[in-house]
């Protein structure tokens, strides 16, 4: 276990934190919840950006070393982490690699990640004579992932790295993000209140209400569950891993195999026999009791209803189903629950209407 | 030597100590004050900003009082040093010092309080102790803070003179500064060296006051054609 937290605090305002966190040596752990939920607060206090009042309760354990308990308090600079922050903090007075250097200047640790290692990570080349103001708010984020990954060795913090660029440029982060992810050996902490980037990034993921962690586990058993997506609007969806088959070139589609079933997805590049994963927003999904035989839709899984979760008035409600290993996410309207009389444990055919690849561009790299 | 120009010696040397003393011990009491939320913090900053309202005669009275050989600062610095204190270049610099304290710690003060704190938590979230902070980081970012700071504790220090009146006499080399040079010109009718001195004080100050603008204008210029450039 990289790092064990028990926190227990009391803002004056009255806004209360209680959460027991593990850490494991490796892998993305996602802090996620809606705006006021702690999650930030949380990471802060990881970080030693904050320390809690007095009263409060706080043991911060990594491995083996004492960051925080009811004596001891090691400053930030002294653990070692890495930070990102929702706005870059790029050092203005200097380029970009003066800030990387400063970086370096700041933690000469021979046995961290090296400053060349960095900048050809997040391809940063064209950028390093910039300043600061020159860059767009994407490749700011960039540059500050840069700066805070050099001479990183205990583990990376990003708290909502892209919540405030743009669109593309999300997609882009998003990718280098995953592919950090992949390739360095310490743990890396995500908080997010963005279901789409807690899915396409986590392994682990600790759900945070008003306060309080309401659920921890694995990415595939809480990723797609009704409890992660009940508020998320249209936004809930189902996040899945499936194994590439092949291109068919006659109709430009690739095949992927998920558990025992088939999926079709619009022509793709893609090494066969790796994994893939795809996200279909629950939005998309339809239901229907037989198998459709005359339909134009061509992704059809077999399914079983496990879970219907009915918020009390909203017109639709959201619908679990459990294909071989992994859950499926449908959202359909009440009247059509009350007209096909769903119920747990029937046998029914999700149809898929939209799935986009989430990790494209990695793929060929598998 | 001209008495007038030993009088000018005297003077830049008694401006370059005193700047130097309060960027030593003014700069921790600035950074304190912008940082601090203690209930101190109440009394000192108008502590500090006395010798901008009293009259500068008040003050050079009570240095004069305290200076003295059978007082405590004084008597420590007869005991320390062997020679009394008062009506010396060094009780001028201890004097000047407090004078000049607020036009030293105020503009600086506002300059440390400016600087964004998302800066500084990045820079420790990075591995940086405090000193790296403040020396790549808060001195870079405060340096127009520290070039205004400067500046003007160095210019109220060469035109001090109810203070220097007070306590330091006119000793020639010792304690005999610009201003009261000008004094005693003015005093023995002597009008044609005093208007050199004075026409002297005045060009200087505005030469000074000059290359302060300057240099605290050149970064916002290149800022405004930066982001023209971007637009």
Redesign the interface.
Known sequence: MFLEASINMRRPSGFELQAQIDIPDSGVTALFGPSGSGKSTLLRLL???ERGYESDEITIMSRGTIWQDAVKFL????R????V?Q?P?L????TVLGNLK??Q???P?PAGIALADVISWLELESLLHA?P??LSGGEAQRV?LA??L??TTSCL?MDEPLASIDTASKTVLLEYIHRLSTTLSIPIIYVSHSLQEIQFLADRIYLLRNGSVVSNGSMLDLGNSLLLNKDQGDNAGSMLTCETLGLDEQYGLTSLAIDQQRLYVTGQKLNTHSHARISVPARDVSITLQQPQQSSILNILEATVVDIEKSTHAPSVLISLQLEQQILLARITRKSLDHLSLSTGQRVFAQIKSISLLNENLLSED | MHPDLLALIVTLKLATLVTLVLALIGTPIAWWLSQSTSTARVVVEPLIALPIVLPPTVLGFYFLVAFAPDQIIGGIWLKLVGTPLAFTFSSLVIASCIYSLPFYIQPLQLAFQSINRGFLEAASTLGASPLKRFFYLIVPLSRRGFITAGSLAFAHTIGEFGIILMIGGSIPGETRVLSIALFDHVESLNYQNAHMLALGLVIFSFLLLLAIYTLNRAPQEQNRGLQSHVS
């Open positions: 970080a030693g950006l400053p930030p600079h002294q070692s982490i890495g930070f922050s706005q903090q050092f203005p007075h200097t400063l970086a200047k700041f933690r640790a300043h103001q020159h500050s700066r805070a050099i001479g913090l």
